[in-house]
């Protein structure tokens, strides 16, 4: 079994966080977020541009009154430069880290940490809510045609972080990692991350991808210490 290449992420990340819309224009692929956040409203590049060419995307994105935004992934260096040179300023360096499934189901979770349920309870819905997942990012996982749970979990009773994963054949991502604060540093993140590597190999799964901030070190310093392998990567162009 191997983890999945870049190319392939990207992918999951269109699949496993849908757009509302998501269609070819030139050398675009364009999207409409209707307010799910930039994963769901940034144009990504697909074969060379010319500048006119970015100007009929700006034009697309003001029509959706969305912010004039572009995903810059691994080897896009030209629209990088194309835009920087528009004033375009870099926002949220994210990193895509992968680890086999396996590799994260080698211990027994504790019981009653962690608690699979579709759709949302109230009790999920107000943990994203407290950090800024509203919504409009619940209407972005309502979209996922693939199997999908979030996972609540729980400390003393209280529930105190959730997220949610997705599977698309043999990948598996999870997407909004919340924890309340009053709850962090107590390794229930981790708890979470292994009951998604659970749920996604009862669904068929081999790996289990997620995305992060580079600026979250604490983050990355959890992901990489469950083994997990940093294998893309990108970062938006937002004009000022």
């Known amino acids: 079994m191997t983890l999945p290449t870049a190319s392939e992420l990207y992918a999951l990340i269109d699949s496993t966080w849908p757009a509302a819309r998501r269609w070819r224009d030139g050398p675009w692929v364009l999207r409409d977020g209707q307010g799910g956040g930039s994963r769901v409203s940034a144009a990504t590049g697909v074969e060379d541009f010319a500048p006119s060419d970015i100007d009929r995307a700006e034009g697309q994105m003001s029509v959706l009154n969305q912010p004039h935004l572009f995903m810059i992934r691994d080897g896009d260096d030209a629209l990088d430069a194309a835009l920087a040179a ?68 729980r400390v003393s009773d209280t529930p105190a972080g959730a997220a949610f994963v997705a599977c698309d054949g043999p990948d598996a991502m999870v997407h909004a990692i919340e924890t309340k604060a009053a709850f962090r540093r107590n390794g229930l993140a981790r708890h979470m991350l292994r009951a998604a590597a659970y749920w996604a190999a009862e669904n068929g799964a081999t790996s289990l991808n997620l995305l992060v901030t580079k600026e979250n070190a604490a983050a990355n310093a959890l992901y990489q210490s469950m083994g997990m392998t940093p294998l893309a990567s990108y970062h938006y162009r937002i004009a000022p």
Request: charged fraction near 20%; hydrophobic fraction near 40%.
């Open 86 to 153: 528009r004033g375009y300023a870099i926002k949220d360096p994210v990193v895509i880290y992968s680890a086999q499934i396996s590799t994260l189901c080698d211990e027994p979770l504790p019981p009653v940490t962690t608690f699979r349920v579709w759709p949302p309870l109230q009790a999920v819905r107000d943990v994203w809510l407290d950090g800024g997942i509203g919504s409009a990012r619940v209407a972005v996982m309502d979209r996922v045609r693939g199997p999908k749970t979030c996972i609540l979990g």
